[in-house]
């Protein structure tokens, strides 16, 4: 099971993703995670991701594309993987192809989650955000039983580009280099677009409901 969740910052891929891990038992990959790991640790590639991030804007492509090269190589991924926030631009889907050829794999589903950008906003200005294990939290659609700290045990913050000024540009960048993928993956009839309005639980199972194949 080789899934993609695509959709704007916010939309609940990082919630999804994380539920649907714990499922079915295959690995999130989430490549904002691991340049945020990556920044903190203040190793070559966070260094240079750095910046990118804190404006906004995209990390250079062959940064990203390295990172999830390495990643679907571990073993951990032979049974599946979820791609959350990767791809991001067209020449991301292409070198994503040109691997997942290389390995023998195919995508399943793209998993395309739309949320209105009035709602982004709210979600990520309300959104906490685990440095230990990465899940979002939020401080009142999705609060912690403990708080401040996430199931995990680690604490939760708030992120940088998680302020209005920045939440607004990536939502620009977003129409401008990640929108047109809907098409690229219509094309591709791989391409499953769902409302991301509503509770985490009805979300799920619109997600499921997709993948075990009871819908479309
Ligand atoms: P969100 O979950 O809010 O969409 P992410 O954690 O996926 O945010 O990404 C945070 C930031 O990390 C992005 O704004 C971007 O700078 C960088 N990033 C993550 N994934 C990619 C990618 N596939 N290509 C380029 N930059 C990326
Ligand atoms: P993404 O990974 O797409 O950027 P997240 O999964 O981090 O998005 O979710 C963004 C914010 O919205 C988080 O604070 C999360 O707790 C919250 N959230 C996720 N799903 C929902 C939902 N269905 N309804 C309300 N808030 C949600
Ligand atoms: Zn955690």
Not at 57 to 80: H, S, W
Not at 192 to 202: F, K, V
């Amino acid at each position: 099971m080789n899934l993609i969740f695509l959709g704007p910052p916010g939309a609940g891929k990082g919630t999804q993703a994380k539920l649907l891990t714990e499922k079915y038992n295959i690995p999130q990959i989430s490549t904002g995670d691991i340049l945020r790991g990556a920044v903190r640790e203040a190793t070559p590639m966070g260094v240079k991701a750095k910046g990118f991030m804190e404006s906004g804007a995209l990390v250079p492509d062959e940064v990203v594309i390295g990172i999830v090269e390495e990643r679907l190589a571990k073993p951990d991924c032979v049974k599946g993987f979820i791609l959350d926030g990767f791809p991001r631009t067209v020449a991301q889907a292409d070198a994503l192809q040109r691997m997942l050829n290389g390995l023998d794999r195919a995508i399943e589903h793209v998993i395309s989650v739309e949320v209105d950008n009035a709602e982004l906003l709210e979600r990520m200005a309300g959104r906490r955000t685990c440095r230990a294990c990465g899940r979002g939290y939020h401080v009142t659609f999705d609060q912690p039983k403990v708080k401040d700290r996430c199931e995990c045990g680690g604490e939760l913050y708030q992120r940088d580009d998680d302020r209005e000024e920045t939440i607004r540009k990536r939502l620009t960048v977003y129409e401008a280099q990640t929108a047109p993928l809907k098409q690229y993956y219509a094309g591709e009839s791989l391409l499953r677009p769902i409302s991301g309005i509503g509770s985490i639980d009805e979300i799920q199972r619109r997600i499921v409901a997709i993948i075990e194949g009871r819908q479309g």
